[in-house]
């Protein structure tokens, strides 16, 4: 239950949004004069609405987004009623539209950084110092914590049955750093782990270690576990000798801020998002056979985009687990890309309206600097071959993305 009130909170977080995007438009729109007769939230049959001044506001019964109709958005319009041609959006001066069509995307950015610096000083943020590679990993300090028990096959929860661990068995406790092993020292995770796959299960590890200053040292009988290889984490797994420990690390994985350096942390936060989020887009078309694969039955790569649906259900796995962190970075993530995307220099995305502005702008300067006569306006129509290919591929690839989200979803929290 609680999973499926995440999913349609996150749901409507979205819609709410998308919601504000159109309204970013409509806003930017009126206050610079050109005329904007409908705003509705949702596709499909009208279920509600109301008309104040020359706009018609609703709600209509398909909740996947929301549009505001701008008359006259391009010269090849044909509904603009005579008395409003002066209004028309692309009569109006490039600045003025180029910033009408941005709207909608600083809208989206606005969400996130607003988020992220909630986020900050509330539920924190990532610790940028937080290791998140296996090399990073290995190079913290061998400060352990001790598990319940040595699972006999692959990482999973304690079951009844499962041998005790041999770390809890050897009195070792949770913040014990060791110094070293069957004689050999060790200075990082990465020489313990290195150390304890070059023995066996069921073999005596003489370990040494120290607790609150003071040194000691003890022995454990090691168990037996199943693992991929340390140079190969997706290599195929086989058993190896299992201590029964985890990694404390030295930096905690968050950081709250105060208020005022909750903006220098969102700055940051913001940069790192920006960069992961080009990266993300670059890689998109190499990810279609990756999804194709998913669909058709292989195993999901957590790296593989997600839909709108995705990321629905992700939230609703974050919310069920009270993972409220996860659950807003989901959510500036999500709107952040989407305000990206939409800049992209292709029509019917705003960044491809924005990108004909200036097209033309660029355009009617070079002619007046050669001495010949403007060119006028580019003809939209000639466009809309290439228009449709590209909501013909943006489709086909939203369709893959929720077929692989319903049939292969990814998870954050496997049961």
Not at 27 to 49: C, D, E, H, I, Q
Not at 101 to 117: C, E, K, Q, R, V
């Amino acid at each position: 239950m609680a999973n499926l009130l995440g999913v349609a909170l996150f749901a409507l977080a979205i819609l709410i949004s998308v919601s504000l995007h159109e309204a970013g438009h409509m806003l930017t729109a009126k206050a610079f004069g050109m005329k904007v007769t409908r705003y509705f939230v949702g596709f499909g049959p009208t279920l509600w609405s109301f008309r104040r001044g020359e706009t018609e506001y609703g709600v209509k019964g398909i909740p996947l987004g929301g549009f505001c109709k701008i008359v006259g958005m391009t010269p090849q319009d044909d509904d603009v009623d005579p008395a409003d041609e002066p209004r028309a959006m692309w009569r109006y001066p490039v600045w003025k539209r180029t910033i009408v069509m941005s709207a909608g995307s600083i809208t989206h950015f606005a969400l996130a950084l607003i988020a992220t610096w909630m986020a900050a000083v509330t539920l924190g943020l990532p610790n940028p110092d937080f290791p998140r590679t296996d090399a990073q990993v290995r190079q913290e300090p061998a400060v352990i914590s001790v598990e319940e028990c040595v699972t006999p096959d692959t990482a999973r929860a304690c079951a009844p049955g499962d041998p005790a661990s041999p770390a809890g068995q050897a009195q070792l406790r949770d913040g014990d750093r060791i110094t070293s092993l069957n004689g050999t020292p060790i200075n990082k995770y990465g020489d313990l782990l290195t150390g304890l796959r070059a023995l066996k299960p069921g073999q005596t590890a003489q370990i040494g270690y120290v607790r609150d200053g003071q040194p000691g040292t003890t022995s454990a009988v090691l168990g037996q576990t199943q693992r991929p290889p340390l140079d190969d984490p997706k290599g195929a797994v086989g058993p190896v000798a299992a201590l029964g420990i985890g990694l404390t690390y030295s930096t905690p994985p968050r950081l709250t801020y105060g208020p005022g350096e909750a903006f220098g942390a969102t700055a940051d936060f913001t940069k790192e998002l920006a960069v992961g989020t080009v990266q993300s887009l670059q890689r998109l078309p190499q990810k279609v056979p990756a999804l194709w694969t998913a669909i058709t039955g292989g195993e999901r790569d957590v790296d593989t985009p997600i839909s709108v649906v995705g990321a629905s259900r992700l939230g609703g796995e974050a919310f069920a687990n009270k993972a409220w962190l996860v659950f807003v970075t989901l959510f500036i993530g999500l709107n952040f890309f989407i305000g990206v995307f939409n800049l992209l220099p292709l029509l019917p995305l705003d960044g491809g309206h924005i990108a004909i502005i200036w097209f033309e702008r660029v355009r009617s300067w070079l002619y007046a600097r050669i001495g010949r006569a403007d060119p006028g306006r580019v003809d939209y129509l000639k466009l809309m071959p290439f228009t449709y290919a590209m909501i013909l591929i943006g489709g086909a690839f939203t369709l893959l993305t929720i077929t692989a989200d319903v049939v292969n979803p990814i998870t954050l929290f496997p049961r």
